[in-house]
């Protein structure tokens, strides 16, 4: 039973009340300030049993729960914990695959000469993280990846569940179809049209009639219904995208500040990209009015980048050729797709390398100083609108500003 | 339309032109060959609209005519046949019969008029080249082409004429490759024009090993005139790069090396690198050097050291190694010559001896090293 798939229980808030010990036992809600429009990111367990839930509007759940603390949550402290996460996790197994901050897989294959018992080693991780982070994690031990997640989720908080070889069917079958990955509100919805509500049923059904009804992802689902995952734990992989995006405090129309905060966003991705050494091929810009109605726009760069300047150049490019709906703009977002490894292959364009230097001059002074220490003048309209902090410009979701 | 041929003329006539019919293609017309019989030639023409190859043979034409027939049906039911007399007829309705000693196939043809025009070629400039001149040109360049659509320019090579010379080019921004060639009966015009690797691959395996060829570029296209076989290429419409300004014009230090022994060095060490990045290292010593690799993943290493000639500084230079074999074994000189910068620059290869009317020149960009 070589995987184990650790998830932090209400990491946000846990890792607050980690560092807060005022915080512990109180109901703590990560997302924003309560007078702020915006979301719930993560709600502690105190104020998970007032009814407070991921997604929920700020404002509800201050409704809820008046006594709540609101917090607008800290990213770098979130991946500082998370990087001593992973420090405790490599001392158990070189193979560990972080699928977001507080989300990893740890892959025990031929390990298995090593302990004596998987439940032990889940229970010293569990003892380790307790003492280095004062958070508590949950543990499924299974087989595979989607074994391993769906057992995680079984005990939460602070459990440690292990499927047994052999018994992956007798586990699965009494389980609701939405426990599998693939399976979202849609699907589920025609599944339980046809009397489909529990895994067991999916897994006996022919595997041609999922793949007719939903494609490919037909019979990936059917795989997983019975049991079967063919994904490896990746230690290194690669993004699907990467993106950041904002709400604006007030709905706004002033083309300088939109193209600022696109500018900025374009900086903060590809200071991620070159953070992760990795480069992207393509750019989307998406818009959002204040009628909640959407336009997206993408293009393709000419060659892949993990510079600011060519990210931003191709959404101004994108933005230009959009026509802009004459209302209120409320979101802005780029994402960047297409990610790809950075080589040290060097290329005859001198102006790549020009850019390179530049980019790693920028690097090194943000490193010492700060992100905010050097930013193109463009974004300089931002500061009437946002209080600055060294690492960045405290936008309208703070627990996301990444 | 009436003809009859023999069988092994008849395939080696469709054996040229079948393999340029598209796998898939959104015009079906384009899976047909398109067989034409005038004045005792048979002419077979296929296309994919980017490439257009017309291969001639001798028949006994009966009735002129012409008829658009599935091209791999043909192709695969002559080529089961022994060599025997074969003839082939066709009505009004382009309901095609072929006839051997076996039996007879009937095969449903479509209008010929249907099928894409051959492409119109006027005002061409000529070039006549040898076979074995034409082969290396494209040979010595090719390799180094770019796969990247985003960039189509780099996807072909570039044909440059210049005052009774002709030089290919090709570059993927990594690496380049260069064949300068000069003739008198080359023409005195400066004139260019890009090439794809496809058509070009196409050229290189219809080429025979003697003879000349006869190349032709027009506004739109170019056509290759290679015995009784033409191919009309669309020409790349961009602009090339200005490769000049990647090779440097002064380089450093020399270094003379025997091509094989380093190229057979590599190929072992190279087993031993990173998969991923492929690198390679050469440490370079006064009269000798030292290729090395290490995959830190899996824990592999390998260290060869080889003589070579060579004064200059001691410094380590990285390359990919497959890039490195490719300039390597496009190299057919006893010995190559590095000519070399500093390890973050572009360096310069050739052999170490060369036709006096011809002249090699690859480029390669190193891989950037960090605390070496």
Known sequence: ?402 | MKFSIRRDEFYEALQKVVSVIPQRSTISMTQNILLSAHGGQLELMTTDLEITMVSHVTAEIATEGDIAIPGRLVHDIVRELPNVMLSFSADASYRAELRSDFGQYKIGGENPSDFPRKPALDSVREITLPNEVLKRLIDKSIFACSHDELRPALTGVLFELGENSLRTVATDGHRLATLFYRSDSLPREDFSAILSTRALNFVMRNLEADGVTVIGFGPSHAVAHMGPTRLFARLIDERYVNYNKVIPPETNFDLTVDTSTLLASVKRVSLFSNPITAQVLLRLMPNRMEIQAEDIDYGGEAREEIECNYEGDEFVIGFNSRYLQDLLRHIDAPQVIFHLIRPDFAVLANPGDQPENEDQLMLLMPIRLENV
Request: charged share 25%; with cysteine.
């Open chain 1, 1 to 402: 039973m070589p995987v184990f798939h650790i998830d932090a229980d209400a990491f946000f808030a846990a890792v607050e009340q980690g560092f807060n010990p005022a915080l512990r036992g109180r109901p703590v809600v990560v997302g924003g300030s309560e007078d702020q429009r915006g979301v719930v990111h993560t709600a502690s367990y105190e104020a998970r049993a007032l009814g407070i839930r991921t997604g929920m509007p700020l404002a509800t759940a201050k409704r809820l729960c008046p006594a709540a603390v609101f917090l607008k949550g800290n990213y770098q402290h979130y991946q500082a914990a998370s990087r001593t996460l992973q420090e405790i996790y490599l001392r158990y197994t070189p193979a560990v695959e972080f699928t977001s901050l507080d989300d990893a897989y740890l892959d025990f294959h031929g390990c298995e000469g090593l302990y004596s018992s998987w439940e032990g080693i889940a229970r010293e991780i569990q003892q380790a993280v307790g003492a280095a982070l004062g958070i508590t994690v949950s543990i499924g031990i299974a087989a595979n990846k989607l074994l391993a997640r769906i057992a995680s989720g079984q005990n939460k908080p602070a459990g440690v569940f292990a499927i047994p070889p052999g018994q992956e069917g007798d586990f699965l079958r009494p389980l609701c179809i939405s426990e599998l990955p693939g399976v979202g509100r849609k699907t589920r919805a025609l599944l339980n049209d046809m009397g489909i509500e529990r895994i067991g049923q999916l897994a006996k059904m022919p595997a041609v009639i999922l793949c007719q009804l939903l494609g490919e992802n037909g019979r990936k689902i059917w795989q997983y219904a019975n049991g079967r995952d063919p994904r490896e734990v990746q230690i290194r992989i690669l993004p699907g995208q990467i993106s950041r995006s904002t709400t604006f405090e007030e709905d706004l129309t002033e083309t300088e500040v939109v193209m600022a905060t696109f500018q900025y966003l374009g900086e903060r991705i590809a200071a991620t990209l070159r953070g992760q050494q990795q480069r992207c091929r393509k750019v989307e810009i998406s818009i959002r009015y204040s009628d909640f109605s959407a336009q997206q726009a993408s293009g393709t760069l000419r060659t892949p980048s993990d510079s600011a300047a060519c990210i931003f150049t191709e959404a101004r490019k994108l933005l230009d050729k959009t026509h802009l709906r004459r209302l209120r703009i409320r979101h802005v977002g780029i994402a960047v797709r297409e990610i790809e490894w950075q080589t040290p292959q060097l290329t005859f364009e001198e102006e790549d390398r020009r850019s390179e230097e530049l980019n790693l001059a920028v690097d090194h002074i943000r490193e010492r100083f700060g992100f905010m220490a050097i930013l193109p003048a463009d974004t300089l309209v931002l500061q009437s609108r946002y209080r600055i902090e060294k690492n960045g410009y405290v936008l309208h979701a703070p627990a996301l500003t990444r």
